[in-house]
């Protein structure tokens, strides 16, 4: 039983920077693996970033090196910070979180309800 809140998205300009927070609530944050995907108009939604437990990362070549994920067990939230914004980023940025819960390999997933982000040229 937990809900993942996402805040941070907004309007930036080209080049700008935001922090994208993803907050779970409801229960322990122990997440196998976290990610943030997003969905921009008229396209698939695609995998941006994603975080296991372990701290392990791995980036769309989209936007490797522009942006940065990480996790705060301590504060049961997880972040994605993003620079140089370009207006192919605008898109509604989802966190999910995924966890094994048996030893066939089933998993759970949970989503959040999603932050726009919209970057202006």
């Known amino acids: 039983q937990v809900q993942l809140v996402e805040s941070g998205g907004g309007l930036v300009q080209a080049g700008g920077s935001l922090r994208l927070s993803c907050a779970a609530a409801?229960?322990?944050?122990?997440?196998?693996?976290m990610a943030w995907h997003r969905q921009a108009p008229g396209k698939q939604r695609e995998m941006v970033a994603v975080i296991t437990s372990g701290g392990s990362t791995n980036y769309a070549d989209s936007v490797r090196g522009r942006f940065t994920i990480s996790r705060d067990f301590a504060k049961n939230t997880m972040y994605l910070q993003m620079n140089n914004l370009r207006p192919e980023d605008t898109a509604v940025y989802y966190c999910t979180g995924d966890k094994v819960v048996n030893v066939e390999g089933a998993k759970i997933v949970r989503w959040g309800q999603g932050t726009q982000v919209t970057v202006s040229s």
């Open positions: 409801g229960s322990r944050f122990d997440f196998d693996n």
